[in-house]
């Protein structure tokens, strides 16, 4: 990831001076912005949100466990003070670190290292859940005939399911795929925006929809489908919101 962005607050000047020397001379933080008063800092940090919070507890008017709650989620902390009473207390608000006063560069370098690998971790487990849900939207592997196929869901016409088995009807395949699922897993897999259930055994791709008729007959494909009592509701709304004229 980029550079980490930090802030320092705390209300001893000294203390915010040696913490922001700190963070200058270590390679992966960068310095955004220091404040002695724990209010004036809480505004800047909801204008500007930075990753990693330096905080004193100790201070006048609002202390550093109250300000903790208040920051945006996005921003992670890194307690520093002179009492090691507010240890305990401290990881439970979910600090990444506990810094005593008076504190050396070796101690604010590991606890910095332990930032950085939480930022690689999270900004890794955010690529994974992004690529994922892109390869959700794309493509789905189906086992035919006890071997994996890969379809492009945006050529799904419908999905018809028969007790523990669904066909997928598809644009480019003269016969359906038939495969082991049950509908409810079709359903919670196929993105939502683009998929419809409309009778217990189908599921139809809205986009792909060719006509509805005055008996709430869909025709997709070459099927006729009729959407039952139980989905009519749901088929009705999506109906009237992408409907123009009368």
């Known amino acids: 990831m980029e ?3 930090c802030m320092v607050i705390d209300d001893e000047p000294l203390a915010v001076e040696m913490v922001k020397n700190f963070i200058t001379r270590t390679p992966f933080l960068q310095f955004t912005a220091s404040y002695t008063d724990a209010v004036d800092a809480l505004t800047a940090l909801k204008e500007h949100p930075v990753d990693l919070l330096f905080l004193d507890i100790n201070m006048p008017d609002l202390d550093g466990m109250s300000l903790a709650a208040m920051v945006p989620p996005e921003t992670r902390i890194i307690f520093t003070t002179a009492f090691k009473e507010y240890a305990f207390e401290s990881y439970n608000v979910n600090a990444l670190d506990f810094l005593l006063k008076p504190i050396n560069y070796a101690r604010f370098l590991a606890a910095a290292e332990k930032a950085r690998q939480w930022f690689e971790l999270n900004t890794a487990t955010h690529q994974v859940s992004e690529n994922k849900a892109e390869m959700k939207r794309n493509t789905l592997f189906i086992r035919i ?4 196929k890969q379809i492009d869901i945006s050529q799904i016409l419908y999905v018809s399911g028969l007790k523990n088995y669904v066909m997928f009807y598809m644009e480019n395949e003269q016969r359906p795929l038939v495969t082991h699922l049950t509908m409810k897993a079709v359903e919670d897999i196929l993105p939502p925006d683009d998929f419809m259930r409309v009778h217990r055994s189908y599921i139809v791709a809205l986009h792909k929809i060719s006509s509805v ?4 007959t869909i025709h ?4 006729f489908i009729h959407v039952s009592d139980s989905y009519l509701d749901s ?4 109906i009237q919101a992408n409907q123009i004229g009368l």
């Open 235 to 238: 088929f009705n709304k999506y």
């Open 145 to 148: 005939d006890g071997e994996l």
């Open 220 to 223: 997709i494909g070459k099927e």
């Open 3 to 5: 550079s980490i962005r």
């Open 213 to 216: 008729d005055r008996n709430n």
